[in-house]
């Protein structure tokens, strides 16, 4: 099984990434963030609770995400992969997750982080904000605050996966397909050596 963390900062190209990763290698996609805006969506008591707390750019408590990434892996035991997308988002995040795919005799395979300078995160989610009805990328302030929780709780999961030797950085500004094919690269290089 074949298990990749897509990792950067909100903006940084993420979610437009997995998508065609996914199409090429046939990975379940699972975004976590996608899976809360399911939830707002529904209006369950979870998404109430969630709702409140990505209007104003914070992380949403570890407990509910690491439930969500638990119950999809469990409904899904004859994936090829997956592709984590947003998600770990805090060290504690890491290890649950490490912990889960132990328990599936499975482990993060690589991770790839794509790199995109903090003007051009805000100039993307404010074009994103104009285009879709994301609340959280409407209001310059609160995408600097996602920013700023990026910067105190997630960028110390890069280096988690630094100790393992997993994370490869990659440049996140320029065309999508030049990034996608640089990742690709990096996919292709760590199937190859698996083979
Ligand atoms: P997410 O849904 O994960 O969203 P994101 O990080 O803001 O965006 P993403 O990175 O996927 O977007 P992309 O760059 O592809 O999180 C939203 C919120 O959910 C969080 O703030 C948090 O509250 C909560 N949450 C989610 N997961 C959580 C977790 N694990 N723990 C706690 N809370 C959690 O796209 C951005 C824009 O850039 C797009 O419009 C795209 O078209 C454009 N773009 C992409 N690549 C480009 C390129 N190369 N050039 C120009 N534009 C590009």
Known sequence: MFNLILF????????????????KYG??????????????????????EADTIMK??????????????????????????????????TVAQAEALDKLLTLKKSAISLVLALDVAEEELVR????????SNRPDDKDETVIRARI????NKTAPVAKYYAGQGKITH????GSIEDIFDALSAHVNGKIGQAA
């Open 8 to 23: 950067g900062a909100p903006g940084v190209g993420k979610g437009t990434q997995a998508k065609k990763l996914v199409e």
């Open 27 to 48: 990975w379940i996609h699972l975004s976590t963030g996608d899976l809360l805006r399911e939830e707002i969506k529904h209006k369950t008591p979870l998404g109430l």
């Open 56 to 89: 104003k750019g914070q992380l949403v408590p570890d407990e509910i995400v690491i439930g969500m990434i638990g119950s999809a892996l469990d409904a899904n035991p004859h994936a090829k992969g997956f592709l984590f997308d947003g998600f770990p988002r």
């Open 124 to 131: 993307r989610l404010l074009l994103r904000g104009q285009e």
């Open 148 to 151: 700023r929780e990026y910067e």
């Open 170 to 173: 990659v440049p996140g500004e």
